[in-house]
Protein backbone atom coordinates (compact mmCIF):
# COMPACT_ATOMS: atom_id res chain seq x y z
CA UNK A 1 0.00 0.00 0.00
CA UNK A 2 1.20 3.01 -1.03
CA UNK A 3 1.90 5.42 1.46
CA UNK A 4 3.38 9.30 1.16
CA UNK A 5 4.06 11.97 3.91
CA UNK A 6 4.65 15.37 2.71
CA UNK A 7 6.26 18.25 5.01
CA UNK A 8 8.05 21.53 4.42
CA UNK A 9 5.55 23.93 3.77
CA UNK A 10 5.03 26.81 5.63
CA UNK A 11 3.98 30.68 4.98
CA UNK A 12 6.62 32.41 3.58
CA UNK A 13 6.97 35.86 2.17
CA UNK A 14 6.19 36.52 -1.84
CA UNK A 15 9.59 35.79 -3.39
CA UNK A 16 11.06 33.51 -0.93
CA UNK A 17 11.64 30.01 -1.24
CA UNK A 18 10.36 26.62 0.81
CA UNK A 19 11.53 22.81 0.26
CA UNK A 20 9.14 20.17 0.32
CA UNK A 21 9.55 16.86 1.10
CA UNK A 22 7.80 13.81 0.58
CA UNK A 23 8.95 10.16 2.49
CA UNK A 24 7.24 7.50 0.96
CA UNK A 25 7.09 3.57 1.84
CA UNK A 26 4.75 0.51 1.10
CA UNK A 27 6.08 0.27 -2.48
CA UNK A 28 9.69 0.08 -4.41
CA UNK A 29 10.34 3.67 -4.28
CA UNK A 30 13.14 3.38 -6.59
CA UNK A 31 10.95 1.61 -9.57
CA UNK A 32 8.67 4.32 -9.74
CA UNK A 33 7.95 7.76 -11.03
CA UNK A 34 6.43 10.58 -8.80
CA UNK A 35 4.81 13.43 -9.27
CA UNK A 36 3.91 16.76 -7.44
CA UNK A 37 0.74 18.16 -7.53
CA UNK A 38 -1.37 20.75 -5.51
CA UNK A 39 -5.02 22.09 -4.77
CA UNK A 40 -5.84 25.51 -3.70
CA UNK A 41 -9.36 26.40 -2.10
CA UNK A 42 -12.13 25.67 -4.36
CA UNK A 43 -9.78 24.91 -7.44
CA UNK A 44 -9.13 21.49 -9.33
CA UNK A 45 -5.81 19.33 -8.63
CA UNK A 46 -2.78 21.06 -10.85
CA UNK A 47 -0.03 18.66 -11.73
CA UNK A 48 3.45 20.66 -10.97
CA UNK A 49 6.14 18.11 -12.01
CA UNK A 50 7.05 14.37 -12.79
CA UNK A 51 10.63 12.84 -12.10
CA UNK A 52 11.46 9.67 -13.32
CA UNK A 53 12.46 6.75 -11.22
CA UNK A 54 16.25 7.45 -11.39
CA UNK A 55 15.66 10.84 -10.67
CA UNK A 56 17.63 12.21 -14.26
CA UNK A 57 14.45 13.41 -16.08
CA UNK A 58 12.31 15.56 -14.93
CA UNK A 59 8.88 17.63 -16.35
CA UNK A 60 7.04 20.75 -15.71
CA UNK A 61 4.02 22.60 -16.03
CA UNK A 62 4.87 25.64 -17.75
CA UNK A 63 4.03 28.43 -15.13
CA UNK A 64 5.86 26.80 -12.77
CA UNK A 65 8.91 25.13 -15.00
CA UNK A 66 12.09 27.64 -13.83
CA UNK A 67 10.58 28.55 -10.04
CA UNK A 68 10.36 24.80 -9.33
CA UNK A 69 13.01 22.12 -8.69
CA UNK A 70 11.55 18.41 -7.98
CA UNK A 71 14.83 16.08 -6.80
CA UNK A 72 14.46 12.60 -5.28
CA UNK A 73 16.93 10.70 -3.10
CA UNK A 74 15.92 6.91 -3.73
CA UNK A 75 18.28 6.12 -0.48
CA UNK A 76 16.07 7.62 1.71
CA UNK A 77 13.21 7.01 -0.23
CA UNK A 78 12.08 10.93 -0.16
CA UNK A 79 11.84 13.06 -3.53
CA UNK A 80 11.33 17.17 -2.63
CA UNK A 81 10.03 20.16 -4.38
CA UNK A 82 12.22 23.12 -4.12
CA UNK A 83 9.89 26.14 -4.44
CA UNK A 84 11.72 29.35 -5.07
CA UNK A 85 10.50 32.95 -6.52
CA UNK A 86 7.09 32.06 -4.95
CA UNK A 87 4.03 33.89 -5.84
CA UNK A 88 0.65 34.69 -4.09
CA UNK A 89 -0.93 32.29 -6.68
CA UNK A 90 1.12 29.80 -5.58
CA UNK A 91 -0.67 29.34 -2.53
CA UNK A 92 -2.14 25.74 -2.20
CA UNK A 93 -1.90 22.21 -0.39
CA UNK A 94 0.81 20.28 -2.35
CA UNK A 95 1.31 16.95 -2.42
CA UNK A 96 3.38 14.46 -3.72
CA UNK A 97 1.48 11.90 -6.16
CA UNK A 98 1.88 8.48 -7.61
CA UNK A 99 0.09 9.73 -10.55
CA UNK A 100 -0.62 13.47 -12.31
CA UNK A 101 -4.06 13.43 -11.59
CA UNK A 102 -2.94 13.24 -7.76
CA UNK A 103 -5.51 9.92 -7.59
CA UNK A 104 -3.03 8.34 -5.11
CA UNK A 105 -1.43 11.00 -3.01
CA UNK A 106 -0.15 11.68 0.59
CA UNK A 107 -2.00 14.28 3.13
CA UNK A 108 -0.48 16.88 1.69
CA UNK A 109 1.43 20.13 3.10
CA UNK A 110 0.37 23.75 3.27
CA UNK A 111 2.18 26.45 1.45
CA UNK A 112 0.91 30.04 2.19
CA UNK A 113 2.29 32.84 0.37
CA UNK A 114 1.67 36.34 1.96
CA UNK A 115 2.39 39.54 -0.10
Known amino acids: EWHLVESGGGLVQAGGSLKLSCVAS????????LSWVRQAPGKDVEWLAV????????EYWGPVRGRFTVSRDNAVNTVYLQLDNLKIEDTAIYYCAKDRAGKVRGQGTSVTVSS
Open 26 to 33: GFDFKSYW
Open 51 to 58: INNRGDYA
